[in-house]
């Protein structure tokens, strides 16, 4: 009888641990964690010369990324999720960020990539910065990065003026931030995609590119122009 009620016990505690960890791993997915979804470092990486790259998480060296100079801009390969800029393309008030971005290659499954700007503190714990992205599924976001935390601004969501990547897994996104002093203007290929009232936003500052990880894209320089 003792025998039969060991085995009982066993059996039922297995079973909740069975159904913890399926509510971990659900919890998880639910939060869109991925526990296979590392960093694919690229093989002798560096980036451009004059330009600074931060890593999203600070003790992930941005040495997996890697920025080949090609055709006026860069082809690059990532690599852990990063941001790059020179510390002279800072602007404020009433100007206009851009940049280029061509998809490569189908990541596995969406990254994405596009223009931060209003960057403060970069090379510090304290570190701020509104960022444009977009990725290949025709989708845009734009987002706020304070300290270790971020909090969307406009979640995913999907636009037919944002072009998806093709069979092939390539499309081009010329993307544009153009801040003024009452909004901010967020395009790609010329058409305006959404924007914002200028009301508190983090958009004075350094301006520069964003890339998620484990992408293949070319992209040209940063552009700052004043309006």
């Avoid at 505690?13 to 913890?20: D, E, F, G, V």
Wanted: hydrophobic letters at 40%; charged letters at 20%.
């Amino acid at each position: 009888m003792k025998r039969e009620l060991l085995v009982i016990a066993m059996a039922l505690l297995a079973a909740a641990c069975s159904s913890k960890d399926s509510s971990s791993n659900a919890a998880t997915a639910s939060a869109g964690g991925n526990a296979r979804d590392t960093d694919t470092n690229a093989a002798h990486g560096s980036i451009p010369a004059g330009y600074v790259g931060r890593t999203d998480r600070i003790a992930v060296p941005i040495s997996g990324a890697r920025y080949v100079v090609s055709d006026g801009g860069w082809d690059v390969t990532t690599g852990p999720a990063h941001i790059l800029y020179a510390p002279k393309d800072s602007a404020r008030s009433h100007y206009t960020a851009s940049a280029t971005f061509e998809q490569l290659q189908a990541p596995a499954h969406p990254e994405a990539f596009g223009i931060f700007f209003g960057g403060i503190h970069l090379d510090k714990p304290t570190q701020a910065y509104m960022y444009f992205e977009v990725r290949g599924s025709g989708e845009m976001l734009v987002k706020l990065r304070d300290g270790p935390s971020t909090r969307d601004t406009i979640p995913w969501t999907a636009n037919s003026d944002i072009p998806k990547q093709d069979a092939s897994g390539k499309a081009i996104y010329n993307l544009a931030v153009s801040v003024n002093p009452d909004s901010v203007r967020f395009i790609v290929n010329s058409k305006q995609v959404a924007a914002l009232a200028n009301t508190n936003l983090q958009s004075d500052g350094i301006a520069g590119l964003r890339v998620n990880h484990n992408l293949h894209i070319r992209v040209t320089p940063i552009t700052i122009k004043s309006q």
